[in-house]
């Protein structure tokens, strides 16, 4: 046991307590998601997508890539991007629902 | 005078009933055909499952009275779902170079739907301009291009003001 082992136990077990599963490219893991705004939408002006943002376990995802398929309840969302990430995980930005727009 | 929307309504028939262009639509993505609106509600366009999706638009309208012309400009947007992991021969980058290649191949055969059903070549009007301008602002699995198309009428002296 070190500090960094008890840090990174505690970190995913708070984690677990936060997160929900999902399946990520087929595979159950734990995410915590964050319910975005609409891809360009303001009033007036429809968007185009629905976004939310996840962060994920790096153990889970070591590397997560543009296209990969994250099953939240029966809805797929697609990674867009990944927005950031850290020692233990990665925050991405995932869409939904995505619709065509001419502007 | 030349009237925009006859030609834009003839421009979404030419489209919706070209042949090559439903055929690709069904063998590329299982689609029965393509769909094509004109100047459709943007709070009602479908679903990026109803694609391959076709939007016509009135772009432009100029009068020059000086000139005595009237130019017109269409923005025909084309949406596709997917289609972007096509492997191309001998190419490693396979995402952005597919999907250019899809959208190229839509982008021939609008182009060439509208010169079949001859909505531009009975003396009407001239083609000023065709191009082709990648539209960014979707989210995958969506892709689309924009095809402008400008077109010129010129008043010849004594046929009346343009403007009129």
């Known amino acids: 046991m070190s500090i960094i082992t008890d840090h990174t136990a505690a970190f995913e077990a708070a984690f677990a307590d936060l997160a929900e599963t999902v399946t990520y490219n087929g595979d159950s893991v734990l995410g915590s998601i964050s319910y975005g705004s609409e891809a360009g939408g303001v009033p007036g002006v429809r968007g185009n997508a629905t976004l939310a943002e996840i962060d994920i376990l790096k153990s889970d995802v070591p590397d997560p890539a543009y296209k990969d398929t994250v099953v939240i309840g029966t809805t797929t969302w697609i990674v867009q991007t990944v927005l950031s990430g850290d020692e233990w995980g990665w925050r991405l930005l995932i869409s939904s629902n995505e619709r065509p727009t001419r502007r | ?164």
């Open chain 2, 1 to 164: 005078m030349m009237d925009l929307w006859t030609l834009q309504d003839e421009i979404v028939t030419a489209i919706a009933a070209d042949a090559a262009l439903n055929t690709w639509c069904a063998t590329t993505y299982g689609a029965d055909g393509v769909t094509v609106e004109a100047m459709p509600d943007d709070f009602d366009l479908p679903p990026a499952a109803s694609c391959p999706y076709v939007v016509v638009d009135i772009e432009d309208d100029e009068r020059d009275r000086e000139l005595r012309e009237i130019r017109a400009g269409y923005a025909i947007l084309c949406f596709l779902a997917g289609g972007d992991d096509r492997v191309l021969p001998g190419q490693a980058n396979v995402t952005q170079r597919a999907e250019h290649y899809r959208l190229g191949e839509i982008s021939q055969l609008v182009f060439s739907a509208v010169d079949a059903a001859g909505v531009f070549s009975d003396g009407r009007v001239t083609v000023v301009r065709r191009q082709r301008s990648f539209h960014t602002d979707v989210l995958y699995p969506l892709m689309a291009v924009e095809l402008l198309i400008t077109l010129q009428r010129t008043m010849t002296i004594g046929d009346g003001d343009p403007l009129a």
